[in-house]
């Protein structure tokens, strides 16, 4: 099952603060945090495993809640370069890289 | 980090036809991923493409619809057979790079495919 995500979209002024959140109906051992604008590829964000570590982009922030079976990103004083959609994945237990990408959020920063 | 090219980059083919999808690597990797993405939608995995094995299809997606062939371990091709204008997407192919902890995905550029 895909992972749902919300909101679908949002608009946000230059400076404001987002949260997207991701949320699966299965057992999660980690989530994956991509970006895409259009017409590009979707570019790595942050990975949060089972377990509490995370990896990822210095100026963005996401919590991984295992019980809930949920995630969320969050975007701190937005930049206009942080328009774009962002996808969860989720992931199986170590060693299986196969991801399933969830609803998508778009975000659209404005000056 | 990797560096993912993809041939085409786009194409406009006509019913009944194929297209073969070329995703070439800078590195050596062992796992290759193949999606599909449809307008406005979000990534579909078509099928995963390990070196020396045949590639393992998700549900709903076919061999004989989507061949795919990983000679080495820095190429694959992915081939959308008889297409009808519902395989009208955006293809791409994905690496996952790093020891299996930190297994973020690389993706090349993608190829647009429109069928008429």
């Known amino acids: 099952q895909q992972p749902v995500q919300s909101p679908q979209a949002v608009i946000l002024r230059e400076g404001e603060d987002a949260v997207i959140n991701c949320s699966s109906s299965?057992?999660?051992?980690?989530v994956h945090w991509y970006r895409q604008k259009h017409g590009e590829a979707p570019v790595f964000l942050m990975i949060l495993l089972k377990g509490g570590e995370q990896k990822g982009h210095e100026k963005i922030s996401a919590s991984f809640n295992e019980k809930k079976q949920q995630s969320s990103l969050y975007l701190t004083a937005s930049q206009l370069s942080y328009s774009g959609t962002y996808f969860c994945?989720?992931?199986?237990?170590?060693?299986?890289?196969?991801?399933?990408f969830g609803t998508g959020t778009r975000l659209t920063i404005i000056p | 980090s990797a560096v993912i090219s993809q041939k085409p980059s786009r194409d406009i083919c006509q019913r009944g036809t194929s297209l073969t999808i070329q995703c070439q690597v800078d590195?050596?990797?062992?796992?290759m991923f193949w999606y599909r993405q449809q307008p406005g939608q979000s990534l579909t995995l078509i099928a995963t493409a390990n070196q020396g094995s045949e590639a393992t299809y998700e549900s709903g997606f076919v061999i004989d619809k989507f061949p795919i062939s990983r000679p080495n371990l820095t190429f694959s091709t992915l081939t959308v057979s008889n297409m009808s204008p519902e395989d009208s997407s955006i293809y791409l192919c994905?690496?996952?790079?790093?020891?299996?902890?930190?297994?973020?995905?690389?993706f090349g550029p993608g190829t647009r495919l429109t069928v008429l």
């Open positions: 590195s050596q990797v062992t796992m």
């Open positions: 994905s690496v996952p790079l790093g020891d299996f902890s930190y297994n973020e995905q690389f």
């Open positions: 994945g989720t992931g199986g237990d170590f060693g299986n890289e196969k991801l399933t």
């Open positions: 299965k057992a999660l051992y980690s």
